[in-house]
């Protein structure tokens, strides 16, 4: 009986590190993003809905073709967020997402 309770627990234990996000380190969110995801149906009118490539720069700025340059903050939890600060039609805007960095998984951003 104990030996199935070790497995059961071993098994859930495994199964819940390998969903898990991550904190991250400061210097592995900079870099290019490039969105793949615009051929699906349109959820939010915030997100690119064409090829885009957001680049996040080390002094909180970031560049894209979609928000075209702006600022971001991170807030950087058990679920890393990110909130990008741009002007939309002369308003300033911002648009909060969210990075998935699971073990042996690539950082991606949503």
Do not use: W
């Not at 560049?63 to 939890?77: Q, V």
Request: charged share 20%; aromatic share 18%.
């Amino acid at each position: 009986m104990r030996k199935k309770i070790f497995a059961f627990t071993f098994v859930l234990g495994a199964i819940f590190i390998l969903n898990i996000n991550f904190p991250l380190r400061k210097q592995n969110i900079y870099g290019k993003y490039i969105n793949m995801n615009f051929d699906k149906p349109i959820c939010c009118v915030e997100a690119p809905h064409t090829a885009d490539t957001l680049v996040l720069y080390k002094d909180n700025t970031f560049k894209s073709k979609f928000y075209g340059i702006g600022t971001y903050k991170l807030d950087n939890g058990i679920n890393p967020e990110i909130e990008l600060h741009y002007t939309d039609f002369g308003q300033s805007a911002v648009y909060k997402t969210y990075f998935l960095n699971g073990i042996l998984k690539n950082l991606r951003l949503f």
